[in-house]
């Protein structure tokens, strides 16, 4: 059995990847900008922004509680303290589902 917490945690970490790579993709076409021909580079530039939106969005409304399907992605990732419950239907994360 898994716990809410575990299915909380794999999705964070899929979806902060897909913004840190996409951050870093973005920092590397700065970097990059005077090599690379403006025909390649706005197509690039682009699709890498596109990213890291898609991966923000995913962010805030890809994590949901697992039992009421509540949004708390952003209560879960930039929370100062570990959030031990759902603020919507009290499911404690840290239990099994059964």
């Keep these: ?3 809410p917490r575990e299915i909380i945690n794999s999705r964070k970490n ?3 990847m897909i ?3 996409s951050f870093t993709a973005l920092i590397l076409l ?3 900008e005077k090599y690379i021909p403006s025909n390649l580079f706005k197509p690039l530039s682009y699709g890498a922004i596109a990213v890291f939106s898609v991966g923000n969005l995913l962010l805030y409304v890809g994590i949901r509680c697992p039992k009421c399907k509540a949004i708390i992605g952003y209560a879960i990732v930039f929370s100062f303290e570990k959030v031990k419950q759902c603020p919507r239907c009290r499911i404690d994360f840290d239990e099994n589902i059964s």
Excluded: E, P, Q, S
Aim: hydrophobic residues 75%; without cysteine.
């Design 19 to 21: 913004v840190g790579i």
């Design 30 to 32: 700065a970097f990059l």
């Design 14 to 16: 899929l979806y902060l």
């Design 1 to 3: 059995m898994m716990r």
